[in-house]
C-alpha cells in the first residue's frame, strides 16, 4: 500500500475558477453580495477532470491512495476577504469531498481553510469541524502567510495560531505548511513563495517551543522541507548555536517533509540527512511542474521512481515512508470505513 | 591558490557597532543630523580582530585569500535613509579597505551599497565607483529586498535596478545578492530570509532575459544557491514548462553559486548537479554558523573539508572552483599588485 500524503485538485472542471472569477470580479464593488452562489459541476464532469489524469497517474506509478486537497495556487487567501474566501473555502471542499465519495479507494480529503491576511485563524475552526466530522477529512492545509507574500501576519509559533492549533489537536488532524499564490511580484509562486515558505516555517519551529505548548500537534512541511535537507548542517548548527535540541530532537513527533522533490540526487539527500520517521511519500500531482524530464524520459514530479530506485533504501525505511508515517501522521485514516 | 568568495568582516571592532547604534538611536529625531562622524579604530585593533579569526582560519584550513565585504546582517538597508545608510557604508567600506591595506595578500575588498527601501539604486552608484576605482573594491554586494523581510522594491529583472547593473558592467565588477537582516518576525535573518532571498533570485533570473540586456553582468547567488540545487529538478522542470532555456545555460556566464552548504552531503548534491563552471569556493566565515559539529569535530562552515573530503571530484573541477571561477567572476582580481 502506498500513500500519497499530498495530491491537488488542480485538474478540477473549468466552472469551479469560474466561480472564483465571477465572485472576485464583484468583490469590493457595489455589486458584491456576501452569498455563498453555487457552482454547477456533474459527477461526470468530475469522473472526467480525474481519469485522464490523476486515477491514470496512480495506475501508472503505483500508488494506491491519495490525501487530496483544493488547488493550492488558487486558495488566493489575498484576494478576497473572511466572507469571500468562506463560500470559495466551502465550494472547493465540497468538490473535494465529491471526488473522495465518488473513489472512495483512490482519495482522502484534506480541507482548504477560509483564511484572510489578517483575520483570526479562529475563524477557520467552523469549516475545518465541518470537513472532519462531517464530510470525512483527514486534515488541513495551513496557509503560513494569507497575505500571499508580505508576510504580514505573525509567525506560525504566535499564540495568534493557537485557537486552530487547540481545535486541530482535539479533531486528531495534522496541518500541511502550505502557502498559496503571490501577488508580490518578487516570488514566482511555485518556484520561490513555495519553497521559501517551507524554509521559513521550519525555522519558526527551530525557533521555538510551540510543541511544548501542543505536544500532539502535527505538522506537514512539503516540497521536501524546502531548502532545510540541503542546508541541514546550516540548520543543526542554527540549533546548537541558539541552544536548541537536535533538528531530529525537535521534530520528532511534531514535524513532517514530504518526498516532493523533482531528482534524484534531490530525493537521496533528503533520505539521507532527515530520519526516515519523518518522511512521508509525496508527488504533489498534478502539480507544480508537468513536464517530462528528457534526460530520464519520465515525470519530473514521479517521485516514487526516484525512492524506488534508490538501493540502498532498506524495506523498513520503504514501509515507513510509503505508509506508515503517513497512517501515522494522518491517525483519522484508520477510522475510514 | 585557494580564495574564498564570500568572507565578512562579523568580528571587526566594536567601535564600529557602536557608531551605528548611536546614528540610528538620532535617525527619526530632533537631534538628527545627517553628517558622517567618525569611527576611531586604531590599526592594532583591526590586526587583533581578524588575527584569532579569519587569519587564523585561512591558516588551519589552507584557504589563501578572502574576498571581504562588511557584515552582511549589520548592513541594515531599511533601518536607516539613503543618508544615513550613506555614512555607514562608507564607514565599513573604509574599514575593509584598511583590512585589505593591512594585509592585502589575505584580504581583497567587496564594498556595501548605501541601499534604501524605495530609493532607487541609482544612489548607489558614486559609492561603487569610489570602491572600485580608488580603493581597489572587486565587486558589491547588492540587497534584493532592502525592506528587511518585506519585498516592497522591485524585483532584481526590473528596470529600476539597471542604472546599477550597467555602471557595474561598465567598472567590471560582479555583485553577490545578499539579504541584510530582517525586520520581519517571520523571517529568521540567517536561517530564513538569507536562504530564501537566494532561492527568490534565482527564479527571477529564470524568468526573465536580464542577460540579454547585460551580456557580461556577473551575479552571484550566496549560500550554495538557496534551495535551488536540492529542488534542481524542479527548477529545469519549471524551465521547460516556461519556455525558458536549459538551466546550464541560463546561468553560464552570468550566474554563480558559491559552496557556503554546511554539511558533506549537500556539498555533494551542489557539485553533481550545478555546472563546475558556476560554482565558487566559499565558507561565508565568520558566519552564520559559528559552532563545531559534534559528529564531525570540526566547524560547521569549514567548507573546504568537505570538498577535498569528495573522491569524485576531479582536480580540473577543484581547481575551477578554488580559483579559476573565482577569478572569472572576479575579473579585476588580475589587476591587483
Known sequence: MTIDCHGHYTTAPKALEEYRKRQLADF??????????????????????????????????????TIF??????????????????FWSEHCNELIHRVCSLYPRNFVGVCQLPQAPGVRPDN???????????????G?????????????????????????????????VPAMIHVSGSCNPNFHATGAHYINADT?????????????????????????GGAVPYHWGRY??????MGRPPLAELMRDNVYFDTCVYHRPGIELLLKVVPADNILFAS???????????????????????????????????EKLFRRNVEKVYSRLARRG
Not at 47 to 58: K, Y
Not at 142 to 169: A, C, F, H, I, Q
Open 28 to 65: 469590493g464593488t457595489p455589486r458584491w453580495a456576501p452569498l455563498k452562489g453555487a457552482v454547477a459541476i456533474s459527477d461526470d464532469q468530475i469522473r472526467d477532470s480525474l481519469e485522464s489524469a490523476q486515477l491514470r497517474m496512480q495506475r501508472e506509478r503505483g500508488t494506491d491512495l
Open 69 to 86: 486537497s483544493p488547488r493550492a495556487s488558487a486558495m488566493g487567501h489575498h484576494l478576497g476577504d473572511a466572507n469571500a474566501n468562506r
Open 124 to 138: 477557520c475552526i467552523a469549516e475545518l469541524e465541518h470537513c472532519v466530522n462531517e464530510l470525512g477529512f483527514i
Open 140 to 172: 488541513c492545509n495551513l496557509n503560513p502567510d494569507p497575505s500571499g507574500g508580505y508576510w504580514t501576519d505573525p509567525p506560525l509559533t504566535d499564540r495568534w495560531w493557537y485557537p486552530l492549533y487547540e481545535k486541530m489537536v482535539e479533531l486528531d
Open 200 to 224: 521559513t516555517a521550519f525555522m519558526q519551529l527551530l525557533g521555538s517551543d510551540l510543541f511544548r505548548d501542543f505536544p500532539t500537534l502535527k505538522l506537514v512541511i512539503p516540497h521536501g
Open 236 to 241: 543543526r548548527g542554527l540549533a546548537q548555536d
Open 284 to 318: 504533489e500531482m498534478v502539480g507544480a511542474v508537468r513536464g517530462i524530464d528528457p534526460e530520464s524520459g519520465h515525470h519530473y514530479d514521479d517521485t516514487k521512481r526516484y525512492i524506488d530506485a534508490i538501493d540502498w533504501l532498506g524495506a523498513p525505511e520503504r
